[in-house]
């Protein structure tokens, strides 16, 4: 009898365990998913030569990655996290400074780390091996 027990209370862990994975999986990509679009229009933005624009934007990008990173911190590599913030500071100053090829290759970076969390947080038999 107690054997039941406890194979139920562990089947339940790993149910609530998995709808955790998934749930957080979904809201970190809905969240990098956003970020992207910010950063396309930082882009256009750079290629126009809209500068005041630019860094108008790259500081709202930053300041909302500042709010979002205390979730994110839970679910995803510090280091990971550190980089973005790092990489987001940057784009803000090259931005603010009106240099392009730093500006867009900071952009890139951003959106190299991006496409590097997605992929690695997504469920798959590659990320789990």
């Known amino acids: 009898m107690i054997y039941i027990k406890n194979t139920m209370i562990i089947s339940i862990v790993f149910f609530i365990m998995l709808f955790f994975i998934y749930f957080s999986e979904k809201s970190i990509n809905i ?3 956003n970020f992207e679009k910010k950063l396309d ?3 256009l933005l750079l290629n126009d030569k809209e500068y005041e624009t630019a860094t108008t934007k790259s500081n709202e990008l ?3 990655w500042k709010k979002e ?3 994110i911190h839970m679910i995803l590599n510090h280091s990971d ?3 973005m913030t790092e990489e987001i500071l940057k784009l803000t100053q090259y ?3 009106k240099e ?3 500006s867009l290759a900071s952009l890139h970076h951003v959106k190299s780390l991006i496409d590097r ?3 690695g947080q997504s469920i798959s038999a590659e990320n789990i091996l």
Do not use: G, P, R
Request: hydrophobic share 40%.
């Open 41 to 43: 229009e930082i882009e």
């Open 62 to 64: 930053y300041d909302l």
């Open 100 to 102: 392009d090829a730093e």
């Open 31 to 33: 969240i990098l998913s």
């Open 95 to 97: 931005t603010e400074e």
């Open 117 to 119: 969390i997605i992929n």
């Open 69 to 71: 990173v205390v979730h």
């Open 81 to 83: 996290t550190n980089v």
